[in-house]
């Protein structure tokens, strides 16, 4: 049971443009996301994250945008840049109160590469 | 670069073996993740360790253990290993767990596990 989704394994995006990333969630409970930049042979990179108390946290360049009614989160990269190819992973978190621990749930991530 | 370590970075042994991966979480943090990526994967939880005490478990199998010592460094034990095995072992770090707090996980660079 995939409780978080990221439907599209690849997004090619030109220079400059915006680069929009998606995530769907299923369990009601989480009430934190982040999302996460990958590297190959590279461990994960924190980017930004949003707590459900809110709907929209921005970065910089990115922006991370929360619809709880939809249960879905995106990634907006403006402007893209080559340097921001790579695997890009959303994951939500919510707090296990049998167990007294918060845990991630990731999606199988989305391969941006930014054309030149 | 996160501030967590892991060692080694590459680690190539036989089946029914017996490896040990280490994992050194940023200062200041409490809470130890592990995380498995197999080929072509997201990353699956394994195990979570708060001050020295386990938290929370997820798909770990009964052949790995993990522990977390005095110092808060973690170790993460894999025997009788299978080829199934191969992937890569990723261990985040966090400052706290609990309700209420929104922990963002720091993750290591990995440690590659070959099986052959």
């Known amino acids: 049971d995939q409780q978080v989704k990221q439907n599209s394994p690849s997004l090619s995006v030109q220079e400059g443009r915006i680069s929009i990333l998606n995530c769907d969630y299923t369990?009601?409970?989480?009430?934190?996301f982040l999302w996460y930049k990958k590297y190959p042979a590279e461990g994960p990179t924190f980017l930004i994250s949003?707590?459900?108390?809110?709907d929209k946290n921005e970065d910089g360049r990115f922006t991370v945008f929360l619809n709880k009614s939809a249960k879905h989160l995106s990634l907006h990269i403006v402007p893209s840049q080559p340097g921001d190819s790579a695997v890009y992973f959303c994951?939500?978190?919510?707090?296990?109160?049998?167990?007294?621990?918060?845990?991630?749930?990731f999606g199988s991530g989305t391969q941006l590469t930014v054309l030149p | 670069d996160s501030g967590v370590t892991q060692t080694p970075k590459h680690l190539i042994t036989a089946t029914g073996q017996r490896v040990t991966l280490r994992c050194s979480p940023r200062?200041?943090?409490?809470?130890v993740y592990w995380y498995q990526q197999s080929l072509d994967q997201g990353l699956q939880f394994l195990i979570q360790?708060?001050?020295?005490?386990?938290?929370a478990k997820g798909n770990i199998l009964e052949r790995f253990s993990a522990q977390q010592f005095p110092d808060l460094h973690s170790e993460l034990n894999l025997s009788s290993l299978e080829l199934g095995d191969s992937a890569l072992y990723f261990c985040?770090?966090?400052?706290?767990?609990?309700?209420?707090?929104?922990?963002?996980?720091?993750f290591g660079p990995g440690t590659r596990l070959t099986v052959l």
């Open positions: 985040a770090s966090s400052v706290d767990w609990r309700a209420g707090s929104q922990d963002t996980q720091y």
């Open positions: 369990n009601s409970m989480f009430d934190y």
């Open positions: 949003i707590s459900s108390i809110k």
């Open positions: 994951a939500a978190s919510f707090f296990i109160s049998s167990g007294s621990a918060r845990q991630l749930t």
């Open positions: 200062s200041g943090d409490l809470s």
């Open positions: 360790y708060y001050n020295g005490e386990e938290r």
